[in-house]
């Protein structure tokens, strides 16, 4: 007996999909069987990966729009109800740091710098979600939405608090959504990735910064685009039917390790001092 997953006869649309792990989401939802919508505000990179699933066999269209822009939003959703019949799985994987100003300290964060990184982690996604759920509201035959938040949101993130609080949010959003729309039979989820060298993160590390990454992790690795896209595959299956409202991290363990301080030597943790009772 073997157990497979099947999205065959479904419709998916995954924002951001013309590259990194939105790119490696669509392709597997679409081996999965799925009719995969690729969204990108780079036509031709959404071309791209169309073709790219045409090629497996798969079947994909290119929706080519700027996820901040309500009108565009909106539009979006229509054309994938218009062209592939229907929405069952919508995956919001746009996210990003600001364009050239990476992490900063908070005291430097001015206004604009604050509502474009809310805008591009938060706002986006929710407006996307938003669209998305009136249209599965409107078909009443359920469906799941999951956003791609990050395992910044677990830990405190000094220097980079715009990014992983605007990204806890979604994570908030996530239990809310999961609340309001469970019975209609949406369910609402979000995964949260540790590292993963897509081509941005990978322009924008060091090697020296990838090992240290690399060696803060349980399992000394760095989470690859394909183990992100397998879960969503599974996430967004009758296989999790019974999970709503949750963020599962996939990240290698990078922030479990990362919870205790490391410039804290063994002896001097709370967990060698013994019990102060005793
Ligand atoms: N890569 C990582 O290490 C990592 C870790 C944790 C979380 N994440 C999150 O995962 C998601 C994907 O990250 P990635 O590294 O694959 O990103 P990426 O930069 O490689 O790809 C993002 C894609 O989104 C598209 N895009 C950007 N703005 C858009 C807009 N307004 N409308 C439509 N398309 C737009 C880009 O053209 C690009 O193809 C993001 O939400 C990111 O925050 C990434």
């Given at each position: 007996?073997?157990?497979?997953?099947?999205h065959?006869?479904?419709?998916?649309?995954?924002t951001?999909?013309?590259a990194?792990?939105?790119?490696?989401?669509?392709?597997?939802?679409?081996r999965?069987g799925?009719?995969?919508?690729?969204?990108?505000?780079?036509?031709?990179?959404?071309?791209?990966?169309?073709?790219e699933?045409?090629a497996e066999g798969?079947?994909?269209v290119a929706?080519?729009?700027d996820c901040?822009d309500?009108?565009?939003v909106e539009?979006m959703?229509?054309t994938?109800l218009?062209r592939?019949?229907?929405?069952?799985?919508?995956?919001?994987n746009?996210?990003?740091l600001p364009?050239?100003r990476?992490?900063?300290?908070?005291?430097?964060?001015d206004g604009?710098?604050?509502?474009?990184?809310?805008?591009?982690?938060?706002?986006?996604?929710?407006?996307?979600?938003?669209a998305?759920?009136?249209?599965?509201l409107?078909?009443?035959?359920?469906?799941?939405?999951?956003?791609v938040?990050?395992?910044?949101?677990?830990?405190p993130?000094?220097?980079?608090?715009?990014?992983?609080?605007?990204?806890a949010?979604?994570?908030?959003?996530?239990t809310?959504?999961?609340?309001?729309?469970?019975?209609?039979g949406?369910?609402?989820?979000?995964?949260?990735?540790g590292?993963?060298l897509t081509e941005?993160?990978?322009?924008a590390f060091?090697?020296?910064?990838?090992?240290?990454?690399v060696g803060?992790?349980?399992?000394?690795r760095?989470?690859?685009?394909?183990?992100?896209?397998?879960?969503t595959?599974f996430l967004?299956?009758?296989l999790?039917?019974?999970?709503?409202?949750?963020f599962?991290?996939?990240?290698?363990?990078?922030?479990?390790?990362?919870?205790?301080?490391?410039?804290?030597?063994?002896?001097?943790?709370?967990?060698t001092?013994?019990?102060?009772?005793?």
């Amino acid at each position: 007996m073997s157990i497979t997953i099947d999205h065959a006869g479904q419709v998916a649309l995954v924002t951001g999909a013309g590259a990194g792990i939105g790119r490696e989401i669509a392709r597997w939802l679409a081996r999965a069987g799925a009719a995969v919508a690729v969204n990108d505000i780079r036509a031709a990179n959404a071309d791209a990966v169309v073709a790219e699933i045409e090629a497996e066999g798969g079947r994909a269209v290119a929706v080519v729009a700027d996820c901040r822009d309500d009108a565009q939003v909106e539009l979006m959703v229509a054309t994938v109800l218009d062209r592939l019949g229907g929405l069952d799985i919508a995956v919001n994987n746009i996210g990003m740091l600001p364009k050239g100003r990476g992490t900063m300290p908070f005291v430097e964060m001015d206004g604009a710098y604050w509502r474009d990184i809310v805008e591009q982690n938060f706002v986006l996604a929710a407006l996307c979600a938003r669209a998305e759920a009136r249209a599965l509201l409107a078909q009443g035959r359920g469906g799941v939405i999951l956003f791609v938040t990050s395992g910044e949101t677990t830990r405190p993130s000094p220097f980079n608090s715009s990014y992983a609080s605007s990204k806890a949010a979604l994570n908030h959003l996530t239990t809310s959504l999961a609340v309001e729309l469970g019975p209609d039979g949406i369910r609402v989820l979000a995964i949260a990735p540790g590292t993963t060298l897509t081509e941005s993160v990978r322009a924008a590390f060091t090697e020296e910064h990838v090992a240290q990454i690399v060696g803060s992790t349980a399992l000394r690795r760095m989470v690859e685009h394909d183990e992100l896209a397998r879960l969503t595959v599974f996430l967004t299956s009758d296989l999790a039917r019974c999970i709503t409202g949750q963020f599962i991290l996939a990240d290698a363990g990078a922030f479990l390790s990362r919870t205790r301080p490391r410039n804290l030597r063994h002896d001097e943790t709370e967990l060698t001092k013994g019990d102060p009772r005793a």
